[in-house]
């Protein structure tokens, strides 16, 4: 595995694989890797000649009051752990590598999409994402690109991105990687103390009951969104940012009964760490 930090140095490592016909696939992270990215970094190895993980906390997604100085950064253990996943190429710049002007151009998908969910309370979120992919496609020109079903309205976002700008790549998304209770993986799971890890469970239990719900025939959106919120509420340590369900594909707004595949998300502090996880709820 070879880790790589400037850009110039990854193309020439890339050039040959292009000109050999190699396909090439594309792991997206920011690093802290765990399981779930680990998932992502396996699937990727399975189906391309050559991986290549990007390492990087991107500045643009984060807003001003958010953890992007104390983000965990850890380069020579996720350089272990995606070795071990299947990594070929890791990538890792300097936040000036990839942003090198401080008069920024930026790429924002627009609309509904950005705007509900985790897109409310983390308005220039998104624009960071897609400014970030769009870089990070355009040096690698990947065939394949991989993403976790966790973070559900970035899969959204970037798969209208993708369609929008013709970008020739397709998105692989893979599924949810949990602990045995359940809890999301999540790098910021290390943020909770003992007492709030044990309660972050309730997220899933929550989801797991929603779908309870759905598969003896609830559709009325209002009393998933209810039966969700009173169980996550009932735990004292949690704090809900949302518990909000939308229309799959796009997040588009659900009509008084459910009747197509939908996105039930949640997002929920436990002190200053905010979490989220989600379910698709469709039919058989
Ligand atoms: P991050 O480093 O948090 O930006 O995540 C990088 C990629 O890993 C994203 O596509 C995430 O959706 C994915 N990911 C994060 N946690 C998980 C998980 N528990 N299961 C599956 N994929 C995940």
Redesign the pocket.
């Known amino acids: 595995m070879i880790l790589c930090k400037s850009i110039l140095e990854l193309k020439n490592l890339l050039n040959s694989a292009h000109h050999n016909g190699k396909s090439i696939g594309l792991?997206?992270?920011?690093?802290?890797l765990?399981e779930?990215?680990a998932?992502?970094i396996t699937a990727c190895h399975k189906e391309n000649d050559l991986t290549v993980v990007s390492i990087f906390v991107n500045p643009t997604q984060f807003g001003p009051n958010e953890d992007y100085e104390k983000y965990p950064r850890n380069l020579t253990k996720d350089c272990q752990t995606a070795d071990t996943a299947g990594a070929d190429i890791i990538f890792s710049p300097k936040p000036k590598e990839l942003y090198p002007s401080n008069d920024m151009t930026w790429v924002e998908v627009t609309g509904n999409i950005v705007k509900v969910l985790c897109g409310r309370t983390r308005p220039i979120h998104f624009r960071g994402v897609a400014t970030i992919i769009t870089k990070l496609f355009h040096i690698i020109n990947p065939d394949k690109a991989?993403?976790?079903?966790?973070?559900a309205q970035?899969v959204e976002v970037l798969k209208k991105m993708v369609k929008d700008l013709f970008f020739p790549v397709q998105l692989r998304i893979?599924?949810?990687?949990?602990e045995s209770d359940g809890l999301?993986?999540?790098?910021r799971n290390t943020y909770l103390t003992s007492e709030q890890r044990k309660a972050a469970v309730v997220l899933y239990k929550s989801l797991q009951y929603a779908k309870k719900l759905f598969t003896v025939g609830e559709r009325r959106p209002q009393t998933l969104i209810s039966a969700v919120t009173s169980m996550i509420a009932a735990e004292p340590l949690s704090h809900i940012d949302y518990v909000e369900l939308y229309g799959l594909p796009g997040l588009v707004p659900v009509p008084t009964t459910i009747t197509q595949p939908v996105l039930l998300a949640v997002a929920v502090k436990f002190g200053e760490t905010r979490l989220i996880d989600n379910i698709i709820l469709e039919a058989e």
């Open positions: 792991v997206p992270t920011m690093g802290a765990h779930g990215h998932s992502l991989y993403f976790g079903q966790k973070d970035q893979m599924p949810i990687i949990r999301a993986k999540s790098s």
